[in-house]
């Protein structure tokens, strides 16, 4: 089988995905294209035109599957080349671009969620790796089209759209399980981007606030780092020095050895579809608490979850911190490695289309 696997804007979450699955599915001929994650408004609309121009040979090549991420421009490219039409049609969304977050000064243009749109629709088959991530797309759709012009009537294509959608996450790579330190149940690990649609202030007010009342607890703060980063974790940095153990981007062991190490991992976020560092985390021993919004009542039980706001943070984490004997038990995360859905991406790949 010759699979095309095709990934537009490729960043961190996107790299791994595309990595274990060509990794795993030896078995399967890979032709694989990306585009570096940077100028997102360039990418999602010249995606087409860059693979036209630098990658003619390979596209002209006959296939059996295309897979591309949802920020393909799927449309175009079978369009400039037509016969890719012939082969399977799979879209893969690891986000959409209508659930960002509406205050956002960096929200997606009109463009990019047509692309995301267009992918869809021309797609034979479209998999989604959480539910909220497929829901948010479908009724963001359908409330987008209801402002343009022409009084489209799209619910029918979109809840159709919707039927036929796959619900299948991001696997996270089975690892062995060490045991958490119990002097790091106080350690407060956040390893998010670092980036506004995450939150960071909240989840820093709440640190203030334990901080100001004397309340023990060690702060790790780690994740991937952009030009031009909220100065809110400057100013923390300062005025939570006495707490900070770990500050800034690790290299990959001394990142896997601080998870090891157990603690609690929030999420403080107003954006998120699946959130790999978060089960990453939560598989070496940290306990997870993520707001009840978004992708998390589905991926976490109601021990880890608090009401998503800054007081209710505060509540559980005050409580987590003080008397660590009431933090939940370890998570199981079995349900999210590479083992238990390798049959399944086999399976998307080597079905029919859909009907």
């Known amino acids: 089988m010759r699979v095309l696997l095709l990934s537009a804007y490729e960043a961190v979450s996107h790299r791994y995905w595309a990595d274990q699955l060509t990794a795993r599915l030896e078995d399967i001929e890979w032709t694989r294209l990306s585009l570096a994650p940077r100028h997102f408004a360039w990418r999602i609309r010249g995606n087409p035109l860059n693979w036209w121009l630098k990658e003619h040979a390979s596209l002209s090549q006959p296939f059996d599957v295309v897979l591309a991420t949802s920020m393909v421009d799927l449309a175009t490219l079978i369009g400039l080349f037509p016969h890719l039409a012939r082969a399977r049609k799979i879209v893969y969304f690891h986000e959409n671009q209508f659930a960002y977050p509406s205050s956002s000064d960096q929200a997606p243009p009109v463009e990019a969620m047509m692309v995301n749109l267009y992918a869809a629709l021309a797609a034979d088959d479209i998999v989604f790796n959480t539910a909220y991530n497929r829901d948010s797309f479908i009724d963001g759709a359908r409330a987008f089209l209801k402002k343009m012009p022409d009084n489209l009537a799209a619910a029918?294509?979109?809840?159709?759209?919707?039927?036929?959608?796959r619900i299948m996450p991001v696997p996270i790579e089975a690892r062995r399980k060490a045991g958490a330190d119990l002097n790091a149940s106080r350690r407060i690990l956040w390893n998010h981007r670092w980036e506004y649609d995450k939150n960071p202030e909240d989840f820093f007010a709440v640190l203030y606030r334990l901080s100001e009342?004397?309340?023990a607890f060690e702060l790790a703060v780690v994740g991937q780092r952009f030009r031009g980063e909220p100065a809110v974790f400057e100013q923390a940095r300062a005025r939570l020095a006495?707490?900070?153990v770990c500050w800034g981007p690790q290299e990959v062991g001394e990142y896997r050895r601080l998870l090891a190490g157990g603690g609690i991992v929030v999420s403080?976020?107003?954006?998120?579809?699946?959130?790999l560092a978060l089960m990453e985390a939560a598989q070496c021993g940290a306990r997870p608490l993520v707001p009840e919004r978004l992708c998390f009542p589905e991926l976490y039980p109601e021990a880890y979850r608090y009401d998503g706001t800054v007081e209710g943070l505060y509540q559980r984490l005050a409580a987590w911190l003080l008397e660590p004997s009431?933090?939940?038990?370890?998570?199981?995360?079995?349900?999210?490695?590479?083992?238990n859905w390798e049959g399944a991406y086999r399976a998307l790949l080597t079905a029919p289309p859909s009907p």
């Open 156 to 165: 029918r294509p979109l809840e159709a759209l919707r039927a036929r959608a």
């Open 213 to 215: 009342e004397g309340v």
């Open 242 to 244: 006495d707490h900070i």
């Open 268 to 275: 403080t976020t107003w954006h998120e579809f699946q959130g």
């Open 326 to 339: 009431c933090q939940p038990s370890r998570l199981d995360t079995r349900a999210w490695e590479w083992p």
